[in-house]
């Protein structure tokens, strides 16, 4: 097999991803972008452990580390989604913009809905 | 061209195809669930690529708990359902050229780069499990116990994000 096929296909993934990250609104859609790109890069290392067969077998192996990174990653940035979502009732990324640097934009929501809700007020849990 | 070659590229269309759904669908649950299809081809493409224990554990970390922690993720901010015409931002045009830009930088980068290198898929030498588990506890320790301590960190980190009430 050609050596580029997998790297080519590991270069599309990363651009989709990037179109990913780039174009979406939700914060989870955003982060599913983000999923692809780091599988484009598992691509080139596992593409590349084949191609070189060292000892170290340190393609395969540092694949590895990406994927448990990646689900360390993604478990912490849900735990900020829930957080963002339980104080701003959205997950919007174009919305959160209290820390950019332009106070007189009327997009940017005020400075109050940093503040927590109450509790009365928590949207994670069922209602009937 | 061989039977890997043909399998090889028939799941690379997948991937992409799929891939291509995922940023693109207006229904954020099909979205996870193309998601699943990508993330499965790969691991197919992992297979073919020799890397038997990568794929197996692309296919129980990502498809099994990464793939579920989104969908739930996605229930508890109480994402609808149905199909939403707001999912993408209003400039689409300027991320579609930076993204087809990317893929053409990239792409003709390493087409350029390795068009005459051929990978040796007959004489691979196959990372199954026993071999990749001799690698990583002979040779990569070290590693593998600082990412254990990355693990426990994400671990306290995320406990403490989403812990509710008295702070």
């Known amino acids: 097999m050609p050596l580029w096929w997998p790297l080519l296909l590991a270069s599309l993934l990363f651009a989709i991803g990037v179109y990913g990250v780039l174009v979406r609104r939700n914060a989870v859609l955003v982060l599913m972008g983000v999923e692809l790109m780091l599988n484009a890069v598992n691509i080139n290392m ?10 170290l077998h340190s393609g395969q192996t540092f694949a590895l580390f990406i ?45 109050e809905a940093f503040e927590p809700v109450e509790e009365s007020d928590s949207s994670v849990e069922v209602r009937p | 061209m061989s039977v890997v070659e043909v399998i090889f ?7 992409v195809g799929s891939a291509l759904l995922v940023v693109t669908t ?12 990508t993330l499965g081809s790969i691991a197919g493409c992992f297979l073919v690529l020799a890397a038997e224990f990568v794929a197996w554990v692309q296919i129980l970390i990502y498809v099994g ?42 792409g003709t980068t390493v087409v350029a780069g390795f068009s005459g290198v051929r990978i040796d898929l007959d004489n691979a030498v196959v990372g199954s ?30 406990i403490v994000l989403s812990r509710r009430g008295d702070r």
């Open chain 2, 129 to 158: 499990a026993e071999l990749t588990g001799a690698t990583i506890f002979q040779k990569w320790v070290l590693p593998f116990e600082v990412l254990s301590v990355l693990l426990l960190a994400a671990l306290v980190g995320a």
């Open chain 1, 67 to 111: 994927i448990v990174i990646a689900a360390a990653e993604v478990g912490l940035a849900l735990a900020i989604v829930l957080m963002v979502f339980r104080t701003h009732g959205h997950i919007d990324v174009d919305r959160l913009r209290a820390l950019a640097d332009r106070d007189d934009d009327p997009a940017v929501e005020p400075v």
């Open chain 2, 26 to 37: 207006r229904n954020m649950v099909h979205a996870a669930l193309w998601l699943v299809v």
């Open chain 1, 46 to 55: 596992v593409a590349f452990d084949a191609h070189f067969r060292d000892v």
């Open chain 2, 65 to 106: 708990a990464v793939v579920v922690l989104l969908l739930f993720a996605l229930m508890l901010t109480k994402a609808p359902t149905g199909v939403q015409s707001d999912l993408n931002v209003r400039q689409v045009l300027p991320a579609a050229v930076v993204g087809a830009l990317v893929a053409a930088l990239l």
């Open chain 2, 9 to 15: 590229l028939l799941l690379s269309l997948v991937a």
